[in-house]
Nanobody
Framework: QVRIVESGGGLVQPGGSLRLSCATS????????MGWYRQAPGKQRELVAT???????NYADDVKGRFTISKDSAKNTVFLQMNSLKAEDTAVYYC????????????WGQGTQVTVSS
């Protein structure tokens, strides 16, 4: 099992960009999905984007074309590039590692705040 540390959140104006980073304490190998989720005040946590061990990606409809998830396996890091940010993107963003094989585990980071406001 690994530990996760997220970084890169902050305050940005509408239309701006941020890049979130999710660093794991060790290599994540095998069959896994890593992803970013977000939770706005008063709302449930929702999927933003995921990437699998073979690089397949999936995005929520409202971030398609604006956000890009990528990974650097050599640095044990997953990134979320967020462009054209909107006020409704304001939330705490959480990184998740869901390893299925060998040895299943599911780990969440502590979250990083993203605020989009003028």
């Amino acid at each position: 099992q690994v530990r996760i540390v997220e970084s890169g959140g902050g305050l940005v104006q509408p239309g701006g960009s941020l890049r979130l980073s999710c660093a794991t304490s060790g290599s994540v190998t095998g069959l896994y999905t890593m992803g970013w989720y977000r939770q706005a005040p008063g709302k449930q946590r929702e999927l933003v984007a995921t990437i699998t061990n073979i690089g397949n990606t999936n995005y929520a409809d409202d971030v398609k074309g604006r956000f890009t998830i990528s990974k650097d396996s050599a640095k044990n890091t997953v990134f979320l590039q967020m462009n054209s940010l909107k006020a409704e993107d304001t939330a705490v963003y959480y990184c998740n590692v869901d390893r299925r094989f060998p040895g299943a585990y599911n780990v969440w980071g502590q979250g990083t705040q993203v605020t989009v406001s003028s």
